[in-house]
């Protein structure tokens, strides 16, 4: 099922936060009405033991009136504001994919609420790139090049930063003695063997894109790009504080690219399996499963489907598009 769109003309203008309590509940919007009541329906007709909810303050709220519980993908950065506390406080479950630890500035339910599973990607399940895979990978850099630094950015900063990284890390552009290095151009978009081929990587610090390069193992240096909540800026010191990567909350000057890609290259990318340990979506699942499996007033009520013939869990997303589903 497609979710309309709860945006566009007018929202602006519409009391969107509801005098700051929310995030985003534009008034009188058809959209997102229409929204809400197919969520609401979907609710009613698949009876979920538990519903899993992305970054949706509003999705959370409409699904925990509804009776039903819910699991919320925890994100890094300041979630002090109205709309995340009261999400992260109705909250039966936080789900956090970055290593265990005591979070700065978290009260202590949610402390207690918080499961840490890890950094997961696509690349957990898969083999490492074959011989061949990355012989070939190899054959795609500058004939001759040294160090093969590959820029691994979001399609929207290709044209500024990621060319910049290149640029950067280029041994065309670096002064005085030592290791050259060649740029590779933008990955396909079936990155592994890219990845796998390069020395050293260049990457933002967006959740995804640190968990493939965690899960490839290799040397980076991650340049945190500004976001609500200071959300990378709280990844990339995150990554400093536990010497998984060479990390900066900005942009650096171009001259300090040569010691900044020695840096990562010397630490190697083996300490990345704290961050990403290969079984984060299964730990996630089985706490997803075991929140899911509590016994409910709803398995007890006369005519009602137990939780074993119904969806264990959903998971429902934000976007204008995504589909819901079991």
Do not use: I
């Not at 997102?32 to 949706?56: N, Y």
């Amino acid at each position: 099922m497609l979710l309309p769109r709860d945006d566009g003309p007018g929202t602006a203008d519409a009391d969107p936060t509801a005098h700051g309590v929310l995030h985003w509940a534009p008034r009188h919007h058809e959209g997102l009405l229409e929204r809400a009541a197919r969520l609401t329906g979907w609710l009613h007709d698949a009876r979920p033991a538990l519903v899993v909810v992305d970054v949706s303050v509003e999705v959370t709220l409409l699904t925990r009136l509804a009776g039903v519980p819910v699991a919320v993908a925890a994100m890094l950065g300041d979630r002090t504001d109205r709309a995340h506390r009261l999400a992260h406080d109705v909250a039966d479950l936080l789900l956090a994919p970055w290593p265990a630890r005591t979070e700065p500035g978290w009260p202590d339910d949610w402390q207690a609420k918080t499961v840490h599973v890890g950094a997961f990607s696509r690349f957990d399940a898969e083999p490492p790139p074959s011989p061949e895979r990355l012989a070939a990978a190899r054959a795609a850099w500058p004939a001759g090049a040294g160090r093969r630094v590959l820029a691994f950015w979001g399609r929207a900063a290709t044209t500024s930063r990621s060319p910049t990284a290149a640029r950067c890390a280029s041994g065309r552009r670096r002064a005085g003695a030592g290791s050259t290095a060649a740029a590779a151009p933008p990955p396909p978009p079936t990155c592994g063997p890219s990845l796998h081929a390069a020395d050293v990587v260049v990457t933002h610090a967006g959740h995804n894109a640190v968990a493939e390069v965690a899960a490839a193992r290799r040397p980076a240096v991650v340049v945190a790009q500004r976001r609500p909540h200071d959300e990378q800026v709280a990844r990339a010191r995150l990554l400093h504080d536990q010497g998984l990567a060479v990390a900066l909350d900005a942009w650096p000057r171009t001259d300090a690219w040569p010691a900044l890609l020695d840096a990562a290259a010397d630490a190697g990318g083996a300490a990345w399996a704290r961050w990403s340990p290969g079984d984060g979506a299964r730990a996630m699942a089985a706490a997803v499963d075991a929140l899911a499996a509590t016994p409910s007033r709803r398995d007890a009520r006369s005519g009602s489907p137990g939780a074993a013939q119904v969806n264990r869990s959903s998971h429902l997303g934000t976007e204008g598009a995504e589909e819901v589903g079991s």
